[in-house]
């Protein structure tokens, strides 16, 4: 019994030992950094990944449900809902076994739990609060949005505040950002999003017939033919250009474009569901036309910003995320009008913007190290499939009327 206090102390030195090497500068990044396992189930793609509090990737695995998706001409919830059912377990684990991590040493899993589509944040929210009471790990919830807008300062140092433009298959907002939890909304969408509205073009020209589009999701069918096409063929009038705020409308372009289809449709004598011979004009100008939008109502958000003080005079940034901040061509609108009111544009790889754990376990890093939004394991959390972000604003936006200077939006190919 004599020799249990020193085999106690020295059990305690071996400990502290340990922890110095695996923690020692000299070997390189240190393992000890607090680590994310981040999942995300808001629509069609199941996505988990683990981060440490630097930002570096230990292991990611994403299944895609484009393919299904499709086949059925659109998304159908309770199929994503079966899809993500299937596959959550294997997709969090190879997350997992890639980076190295035993759940024990996790710091915090953190989870989409807003806005999105409900059957699907319902399956990944069920697994998360299991595995966090199994594993008896703290939980995040994770707005979608949030997670898109932070995910820059994950790849390079941008910040607060900043302007956002997100625009998505199922959302678009332009926020600024002033914190991790802080943001003000100057303005959303009134009706659907630009990448649902661009899909529904797409689906309507039967682009799934295309040789070269039979793999493509919508936008991005739209976007290759658009390579091809003239912008100018078919001048769709750009949304709500009498209103001065900085919300958006998609429905009516969308519109637009069906009348152009069916007008064509009848005077090439074709019936719906085959491909017309102007498809890469229509592409091209329905392409353009929403580019145009987004940028214009960026520009106003811009003015606003400049007149309220909400950007630091020094290097303001507009940062552009989401799965529509992967088309090119939006991306050189945006860069038009950044150029000429004097801010730099960011925008993440196309791989960050579209949907994925990555950017969720990045928000959790965030949050963990404010210590904002940190839950014990045994508390319920509730998904919202409707969820706006930060303060509204677009009131004030809209009060204030800016009316914008002529930029000329000449993009080459």
């Known amino acids: 019994m004599t020799m249990f206090p020193a085999k106690v102390k020295y059990l305690h030195r071996l400990l502290q030992l340990k922890h110095t090497l695996w923690c020692s500068p000299s070997l390189g990044k240190a393992p000890c950094s607090r680590l994310v396992l981040g999942i995300e189930t808001s629509c069609d793609d199941t996505g988990a990944a683990v981060l440490d509090e630097t930002g570096e990737i230990l292991g990611e695995s994403l299944h895609s449900q484009k393919d299904v998706h499709l086949r059925t001409g659109g998304i159908i919830p309770t199929v994503a809902q079966q899809l993500h059912r299937e596959h ?13 991590v035993d759940p024990s040493r996790l710091s915090a899993v953190a989870t989409t739990v807003k806005p999105g589509l409900a059957l699907s944040l319902g399956i990944g929210l069920e697994f998360s609060q299991k595995f966090v009471r199994q594993h008896n790990k703290p939980f995040i919830p994770i707005h979608h949005m949030e997670a898109h ?5 994950m790849l390079q140092p941008v910040a607060f505040p900043f302007l956002v433009l997100l625009v998505s298959g199922g959302h678009s907002l332009l926020a600024v950002a002033r914190g991790v939890d802080d943001f003000l909304l ?52 750009t949304p709500m250009g009498q209103t001065y705020d900085c919300c958006f409308s998609f429905a009516g372009l969308r519109n637009q474009v069906n009348m152009t289809i069916m007008k ?56 552009l995320s989401g799965g529509v901040a992967s088309n090119q061509y939006i991306r050189k609108s945006l860069t038009i009008i950044t150029d000429a ?56 936006v809209k009060a204030a009327a800016i009316r914008l200077p002529s930029v000329r939006m000449k993009i080459s190919k």
Not at 89 to 98: G, M, N, Y
Request: proline letters at 5%; hydrophobic letters at 40%.
């Open 88 to 100: 959550i377990e294997r997709v969090v684990q190879e997350a997992l076994e890639r980076s190295d």
């Open 341 to 396: 009111t004097g801010l730099r544009l960011l925008c993440p790889p196309a791989k960050f913007c579209t949907d994925n754990g990555v950017m969720i376990a990045w928000n959790g890093v965030e949050r963990l190290r404010e210590g904002k939004g940190i839950l014990p394991p045994d508390v319920d959390v509730s998904y919202e499939p409707k969820a706006r972000l930060g303060v509204d604003m677009t009131a004030e």
């Open 149 to 153: 807008a932070l995910t820059v300062r």
């Open 186 to 237: 100057l303005g959303h969408a009134l009706d659907e999003a630009p990448g649902d509205a661009l899909d529904k073009v797409a689906r309507r020209l039967s682009l799934i017939k295309h040789p070269q589009c039979s793999t493509l999701s919508g936008g991005q069918a739209i976007e290759l033919l658009a390579e091809d096409g003239d912008r100018t063929r078919f001048p769709f009038r």
């Open 264 to 319: 064509k449709e009848a005077e090439e004598g074709i019936e719906q569901g085959t491909l017309l011979s102007c498809v890469n004009d229509i592409a091209a100008s329905a392409q353009h036309t929403v580019a145009s939008h987004l940028a214009k109502r960026t520009h106003r958000a811009i003015l606003f910003c400049k007149a309220n003080g909400l950007l630091p005079s020094d290097s303001p940034t507009v940062v």
